[in-house]
């Protein structure tokens, strides 16, 4: 054979270029383009695959459940402030597990006299402010920015 001679890979039958597949095994060849001219540099940039991030949000309720989240809350916290129902009612659960642990806790260790005015106070004060924020300055300060303390 010649020296453009190729020999199929499962067979290793001699085999004419540019056949498409071996006559002994049916092997069907991949056909390679012509070689540039020596010369020319050839560059061939690979893709770069790059895992995009996933961002998730919380969801953002409308200005009309801010409302409502905004009497509910306000007076859970005048008037239930110390047990910290009003930071469930807005989704902050850290804060009302502190103020519900800080009730518990000082029940068990008798300094409730201590952490009940005290808890009573901030809820109350932060009951007024929730009540006197305008509807649009309370959905972007506790809803949007999810700022959880005063």
Request: proline share 8%; aromatic share 14%.
């Amino acid at each position: 054979m010649s020296a453009d001679s190729l020999y199929c890979p499962k067979c290793a039958t001699p085999v004419a270029h540019g056949i498409p597949a071996c006559p002994s095994c049916g092997v069907p060849f991949v056909q390679q383009a012509e070689a540039p001219s020596e010369g020319q540099p050839v560059y061939q940039q690979q893709p770069v695959y790059q895992q995009q991030p996933v961002y998730q949000q919380q969801p953002v309720p409308h200005l009309s459940e801010a409302n409502s989240k905004k009497i509910t809350a306000g007076l859970c916290a005048i008037f239930l402030g110390y047990l910290g129902i009003h930071k469930f009612i807005l989704g902050y659960q850290g804060a009302g597990w502190v103020y519900l642990g800080l009730f518990i806790g000082g029940l068990i260790t008798c300094f409730a006299a201590i952490s009940l005015p005290i808890m009573g106070t901030i809820s109350f004060i932060e009951g007024i402010i929730y009540l006197t924020k305008t509807d649009e300055e309370f959905y972007h300060t506790y809803m949007v920015n999810r700022r959880e303390w005063f």
